[in-house]
């Protein structure tokens, strides 16, 4: 049996970045709280609280010390607070997420209203659209009913969204609304690291007979990385942790393709690799014991 890594997958730079930096941050300057997970993956999350990082909801819960925003950032309403109460603060929200946030806040600042195609409860989407004074709001529904007070409109993309997908979103959302309006941008805010694992995921199916994607159950973008591995055809698993894989799944395989989200360690995947590789060759040693018994059946007779 055969185990095949992606050609990219695992850790964005956005990612490495800011766990680099809260890491950093936490050993310098002691305990950090951060306003949610930095990233969507338990792993991690527990290797940095060993480290002194705190998760919590919101400022709201923060007394005194240093905050951190995560990769996926935050309204500039922290900014002002965190200067206000005398808090520290560590900003590792990704560089390409807050172009998103400058763009939303400049188009506004233009008199247009803004579109996001993503998940309104996303905290990267929230994050971009506190940057819109209100003039903003999250769809994923080309046909949602919305309202476009200034016939000025512009579309930007949660970063996670596939290029293709925000292609036809904007294709179907013009379509429908042209005739109301007048000026329209397109911002292409989708993430090339993400579309990167997604074209590395597709790739890879064309040789395997069985997918493992990896990474955090709350994970947008893994879960969106499974999405696009079982769309193949190919038999696929999302798992968070190497001990989830059922030897069964390996069984009558040739190729075991292994992915993972943007939020996921090297070492969660290099545990996956290092399991499947165990089990294969329990299934191979099964395999031969299983094709050497009918022999011996025959020599004892
Ligand atoms: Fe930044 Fe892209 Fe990583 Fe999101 S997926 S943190 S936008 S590099």
């Not at 956005?14 to 809260?22: H, L, S, W």
């Not at 309204?75 to 109460?85: H, K, Q, V």
């Not at 940057?131 to 476009?148: F, N, Q, S, V, Y």
């Not at 292609?167 to 990167?196: K, M």
Request: charged residues 30%; contains cysteine.
């Amino acid at each position: 049996m055969r185990i095949v890594r992606a050609k990219a997958l695992g850790f964005c730079f956005g990612v490495r970045r800011a766990i680099d930096m809260v890491a950093e941050a936490a050993e310098e300057r002691g305990p950090i709280d951060s306003l949610g997970s930095i990233v969507h993956n338990p792993v991690v999350v527990d290797g940095l609280a060993a480290k002194g990082v705190r998760v919590v909801g919101g400022l709201g819960d923060v007394e005194s010390g240093t905050v951190a925003v995560t990769a996926h950032g935050r309204g500039p309403e922290i900014e002002e607070e965190t200067e206000e109460r005398g808090l520290d603060l560590v900003d590792t929200t990704c560089p390409i997420v807050r172009k998103s946030q400058k763009a939303a806040q400049g188009l506004c600042a233009d008199g247009f209203g803004v579109i996001i195609y993503g998940e309104e409860d996303h905290p990267e989407v929230m994050g971009v659209l506190a940057w819109t004074e209100g003039k903003g709001r999250a769809i994923l529904d080309p046909e949602a009913e919305i309202d476009i007070p200034h016939r000025k409109l512009a579309l930007l993309a949660q970063t996670t969204k596939s290029e293709q997908s925000f292609a036809e979103f904007v294709g179907r959302f013009v379509g429908r609304n042209i005739g109301r309006i007048n000026e329209l941008r397109i911002v292409n805010t989708t993430c090339p690291e993400t579309d990167e694992r997604y074209h590395a995921a597709r790739e890879l199916a064309v040789e395997c007979d069985l997918l493992i994607a990896v990474g955090g159950r709350s994970s947008a973008n893994t879960r969106k990385l499974a999405q696009t591995c079982a769309d193949s055809g190919v038999e696929t698993h999302q798992i968070e942790r190497a001990r989830e894989i059922k030897p069964e799944w390996l069984e009558g395989k040739e190729t075991v393709g292994v992915t993972a989200g943007a939020s996921t360690p090297d070492e969660s995947i290099d545990e996956v690799v290092a399991r499947l590789e165990k089990l294969a060759e329990m299934l191979h040693a099964k395999e031969q014991r299983a094709r050497r018994l009918p022999l011996s059946n025959l020599m004892d007779a």
